[in-house]
Structures are given as structure tokens and as C-alpha cells.
Antibody
């Protein structure tokens, strides 16, 4: 069974840092690009960041560029999101999501984790 | 701020059909990028419902269908069931933003 399990969320003060992790199982992790999507309380979905499978190329939403860093350890089937200079508006549930598709601009999100909650206050 | 616009809410009686629109622009849907749809039951993670405009993943009932034309896309649900009550989001890629974008979301209520 394909599974994504996030961890690392919690309460942090404004200006602080947090590192999210996502452990993947049930598929060849290194073969797929991965992404983070967040959802603020009572709000819609917002794409945050993505990382290529083997290439390791990284991509960021403008709202987090320069503050967040996405990375992966294919030997441990784990995806990371390092979040620095956190703001109140970063408060959200953060989902780890597996990408699928033929070309990066046409990717879709086929498997979602249950999410981990980050509160900046 | 989302660049894909959806109606905030749509409702229908059990057995009826509804349609949810997703309106974009020339830098996303109109540029030819695919549209995908997700269903989110409150309190749970989103789930892929339609991929690459019209395709259903295994296990998704054929009551759900997607279409795309010009700068817009639509999700149709026929034979509404109580279990279809959820939030629905469209998603595409935007070349101006160089990133993935979601719609504003639509809450579906089964009357």
C-alpha cells in the first residue's frame, strides 16, 4: 500500500524554525517528484514547494521562497521541508504529496499524507 | 490568492446532477496545462478525483466526470449521493507564477 506519513509539526513562535519530515512507503520513492501543499484553518489548498525525483530540482511558491527549503533523502525514502523565519500566516496543515505525470508542468497529486499541523504563534 | 476561480458552493438533491466550474486564464488552463480535481471530505486529506482533465483513478465512480475547454474546466457529478458532500478543488499549473495553482474550492451540499 502506498503511504505517506508526515511528522515534525508543532507550535513555534514567529521568526522560529521547524523541520517537517515525510516517510514514504509502498512505491519507488526516488522515481517520483514530491510536493508539499498546505491548508490554513478554514481556507483552501495552497501549493508550497516541490522537488524532483532523481534530479533533486526544487521549486517554491513565492510566499515561501527564501524561507523554506525542500529536500529529500532517497536512501531513507524521506522528504523534508525546512521552514525558517516562520510567520503567523504559515499556520496550516502541511500535506506531503506524491506527484505523478509525464512532464513536470503537467504533474498531478495522486497520493496524499494525512498532514501535520504547524501553528505559528 | 487563487488564480483559478470556483463557485463557493453548489447544492443538489439526492439523485440529481451538478456541475462545478473552474475558471482560469491564458497563463494556466488557457495555456494548455492540464486540470485535475480533488475531493476533500471535512477533517480528512484531499483525494485525487479526476486527473489530466477527464480521467478517473481506479475506484472513483463513473458518476464523476471532468471536461476542459478554453480557459475553463468543469467537474460534473451525476446521481448525487450523501457521501458526495465535500469540498472540491481544481488544480493546474501557471506559467506566470511558475508553480502549481489550486482553485478557490467549492463546497457541495446534498440537500
Amino acid at each position: 500500500e502506498v503511504q505517506l506519513v508526515e511528522s515534525g509539526g508543532g507550535l513555534v513562535q514567529p521568526g522560529g524554525s521547524l523541520r517537517l519530515s515525510c516517510t514514504a512507503s509502498g512505491f519507488t520513492f526516488s522515481s517520483y517528484a514530491m510536493t508539499w501543499v498546505r491548508q490554513a484553518p478554514g481556507k483552501g489548498l495552497e501549493w508550497v514547494s516541490a522537488v524532483g525525483g532523481s534530479s533533486g530540482s526544487t521549486y517554491y511558491a513565492e510566499s515561501v521562497k527564501g524561507r523554506f527549503t525542500v529536500s529529500r533523502d532517497n536512501s531513507k525514502n524521506t522528504l523534508f521541508l525546512q521552514m525558517n523565519s516562520l510567520r503567523a500566516e504559515d499556520t496550516a496543515v502541511y500535506y506531503c504529496v506524491k506527484f505523478r505525470g509525464l512532464r513536470i508542468n503537467y504533474y498531478y497529486m495522486d497520493v496524499w499524507g494525512k498532514g501535520t499541523t504547524v501553528i505559528v504563534s | 490568492q487563487s488564480v483559478l476561480t470556483q463557485p463557493p458552493s453548489v447544492s443538489g438533491a439526492p439523485g440529481q446532477g451538478i456541475t462545478i466550474s473552474c475558471t482560469g486564464s491564458s497563463s494556466n488552463i488557457g495555456a494548455g496545462y492540464d486540470v485535475h480535481w480533488y475531493q476533500q471530505v471535512p477533517g480528512t486529506a484531499p483525494k485525487l478525483l479526476i486527473f489530466v482533465n477527464t480521467n478517473r483513478p481506479s475506484g472513483v465512480p463513473d458518476r464523476f466526470s471532468g471536461s476542459k475547454s478554453g480557459t475553463s474546466a468543469s467537474l460534473a457529478i451525476t446521481g448525487l449521493q450523501a457521501e458526495d458532500e465535500a469540498d472540491y478543488y481544481c488544480q493546474s499549473y501557471d506559467s506566470s507564477l511558475s508553480g502549481y495553482v489550486f482553485g478557490t474550492g467549492t463546497k457541495v451540499t446534498v440537500l
